[in-house]
């Protein structure tokens, strides 16, 4: 037997799924961590935090199969996280996730003075960018930011920490904000902007960039043999495009977990005036357009607190009053915007 697995790195749980090699699941275990609000509009998660759920989500995935029959892993992520690592890769600063809208004022000066970097970027210049992240730390003289070698997403955070390489995949540095989708490499003119240098970012690769020789701490909490390949893959949105084949012109994945988006595939970078869409790199020929949403699946989570005193209503039974209410739900409309929200603004 041989298998695959596919590690996730999401807003609120690590996911390790276990494939035969067919696509049939052979075995699955998710991880929950914590997203905390320390004050209004801030999103932040702990880094070492997350790495401990990815190790035990990888361990308790694999634990009735063998090291051996383990051929590779493949890494998906949520986009737009932002943490100040220093050079021996311990974090500095929380993960500032998507979520996170503290940046909000340095984002509209940016789309007011500054609307070529979108063009050049194919990220609408909105909080939820580590762009703006990093000028709301220079102007508010975040220590983090002074004391940073290296500016990453969580999943550069693991693979730093796993494997010591200094790697990122194209779809997660796109959703930087700091990536020009035209050159596939980071554009100079933005990290000027933003006041950091192309040396505090890691190499940007194709999703297919393969990393062995995992370190020998992590390997044995992940129950992986060190030697097993690991695929960098790319962001969340891609791979829910490829994970269901929606990958010809005209085909579209709409995705809803913690947020949602609709997502199509491009052989070009596809952007209008009004930054209604993003478009990212996926790899050198291909891009994945389209418009993300900030509100998905943690409306039920607010639905279950609004209604629940003491023990929250379970998802299904929150599912059944639902569907007893006629179509239209009485003229009610309901605008999500727990969150704030992105596309199509």
Not at 46 to 58: C, F, I, N, S, V
Not at 274 to 283: A, D, G, I, M, N
């Amino acid at each position: 037997m041989s298998y695959v697995i596919g590690l996730d790195l999401g807003t609120t749980s690590a996911k390790s799924v276990v494939f035969h090699k067919n696509g049939e699941v052979a075995a699955e275990y998710e991880v929950a961590y914590p997203l905390s609000h320390p004050v209004v509009g801030h999103a932040e998660q702990d880094p070492l935090q997350m790495e401990q759920a990815a190790l035990e989500a990888l361990s308790l995935s694999t634990r009735s199969i063998e090291r051996e029959d383990i051929v590779g892993v493949g890494i998906s992520a949520a986009m737009h996280s932002l943490i100040c690592m220093d050079e021996k890769g311990a974090p500095l600063s929380p993960s500032m996730i998507w979520a996170d809208a503290r940046s909000a004022g340095e984002a509209s000066t940016l789309k007011e003075n500054h609307p070529d970097v979108y063009r050049r970027t194919g990220t609408s210049l909105h909080p939820m960018s580590p762009l703006s992240k990093l000028l709301w730390m220079e102007n508010k003289h975040y220590e983090p930011l002074q004391k940073a070698d290296y500016f990453v997403s969580v999943k550069e955070f693991l693979l730093y920490r796993w494997f010591g390489e200094k790697v990122v995949d194209y779809s997660i540095a796109a959703a930087t904000g700091l990536f020009n989708i035209h050159e596939h490499e980071w554009d100079e003119e933005t990290l000027a902007l933003a006041g950091i240098r192309s040396e505090q970012l890691f190499q940007p690769v194709e999703p297919t960039y393969v990393m062995k020789g995992m370190n020998a701490e992590p390997a044995e909490k992940s129950g992986l043999d060190a030697g097993t390949p690991f695929v960098i893959g790319g962001s969340d949105g891609p791979l829910a495009n490829l994970g269901i084949g929606a990958i010809q012109p005209g085909e579209t994945a709409i995705t809803i977990g913690t947020s949602g988006a609709i997502r199509q595939f491009s052989s070009e970078p596809l952007l209008d005036d009004q930054q209604e869409v993003f478009s990212y790199s996926f790899t050198n020929d291909l891009w994945i357009t389209g418009g993300p949403s900030n509100n998905g699946g943690l409306v039920l989570k607010w639905i279950q607190q609004l209604f629940s005193n003491e023990d929250e209503i379970p998802v299904e039974e929150l599912t059944k009053l639902a569907s007893e209410v006629e179509a239209g739900a009485g003229n009610l409309i309901f605008l999500p915007y727990l969150n704030g929200e992105r596309a199509p603004f």
